[in-house]
């Protein structure tokens, strides 16, 4: 669903009138006309969910108490999930962790200036300085593998170390890299190449309701979660530790970013339908959990 999809399905379900919805989801009276027409199917399916929709959050929490949960998949002696995805394509390799140097700044300064960084610098990401973030974010410290189990251990925290995450980087200044999509490979510490070019970035700009720090930051991290790597331990209690499982990364994001004299603004404002499809996942084994942009002050 794209941006202008939303909007009139959005303000519709707010009950505005023609009038209202083409001003403020900025369409057409043309393209009206077609929604119109051709949504009726899903304006309906929003409607009928409505009532749901409205106690959802509550209803969540109740029912992923412990006392509702049947055996999981792990306790059923289900194959194991990987711990990464694989993924073909074009490999460029990063500055290697253990040479990138860790920039000093102490805790209490990271965290005490540390704030949401929505305007940045015209000056590029160094391949050090993007190491160093995903050193601090996702890289795996430490990887173990056999037929019961596969774990990694990382510098954030995540539940039984599940790490239900996948890493994508949205490189529009990065010295010596060409723009574009890549993958963030946690193990080998390498990207790998989704698309190179400059039109994903409008339709990421587009997927997080044209926020305009997307527009200006240099790097944009993408974070998708494959539910089951998680839920295959923990049923369906793990979707609330996606959640929290996320919030570690932001601040580690936040933190390493303040040391490379930068910052980082944390997006939970997207629209999922648009940014799933940019990355290509279907939105359910695995979707769009958390995004940030990262730049110089
Ligand atoms: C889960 C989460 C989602 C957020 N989503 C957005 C967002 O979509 N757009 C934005 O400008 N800021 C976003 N923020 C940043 C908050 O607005 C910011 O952390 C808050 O205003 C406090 O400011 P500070 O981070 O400078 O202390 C998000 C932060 C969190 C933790």
């Keep these: 669903m794209d ?36 949504l009726k199917v899903l304006l309906q399916e929003i409607e009928n969910e409505q009532p749901r929709a409205e106690y959802i959050g509550a209803e969540f929490v109740r029912l992923t108490r412990y006392i509702y949960s049947e055996p999981s998949d792990q306790e059923k002696d289900l194959y194991r999930p ?27 300064e990271a965290i005490a200036t540390r ?9 590029p990401i160094s391949p050090d300085e993007l190491s160093w973030l995903l050193w601090a974010t996702q890289w795996v410290r430490d990887h173990r593998s056999n037929e019961k189990m596969e774990i990694t251990l990382r510098n954030v925290p995540s539940a039984g170390a599940r790490h239900p995450f996948e890493t994508f980087i949205l490189g529009n200044n990065i010295e010596g890299m060409e723009k574009g999509l890549y993958y963030y490979h946690p193990i080998n510490h390498e990207l790998v190449v989704v698309t190179k070019g400059e039109e994903i970035a409008a339709a990421i700009y587009e997927g997080c309701f044209r926020q305009e720090m997307l527009r200006t930051a240099p790097v944009v991290f993408i974070w998708t979660a494959i539910p089951y790597r998680s839920a295959w331990r923990y049923g369906q209690r793990s979707y609330r530790y996606l959640y929290l499982d996320a919030g570690h990364i932001g601040q580690n994001l936040h933190l390493a970013a303040e040391a490379i004299k930068g910052g980082a603004c944390m997006i939970g404002a997207f629209l999922d339908e648009q940014m799933n499809t940019v990355i290509g996942v ?16």
């Design 82 to 108: 990987a711990a990464v995805k694989p993924r073909q394509g074009e490999v460029i390799a990063l500055p290697d962790v253990r040479e990138v140097i860790k920039p000093r700044l102490t805790l209490a």
């Design 115 to 123: 704030r949401s960084l929505r305007k940045y610098a015209d000056l």
């Design 3 to 38: 941006i202008k999809t939303f909007g009139y399905l959005y303000y519709k379900n707010r009950g505005f009138d023609r009038e209202q919805i083409i001003k403020e989801a900025e369409i057409t009276a043309d393209e009206y006309d077609f929604y119109e027409a051709n």
């Design 282 to 297: 279907d939105g359910e084994e695995e979707f769009v959990i958390y995004i940030a942009t990262v730049g110089k002050k």
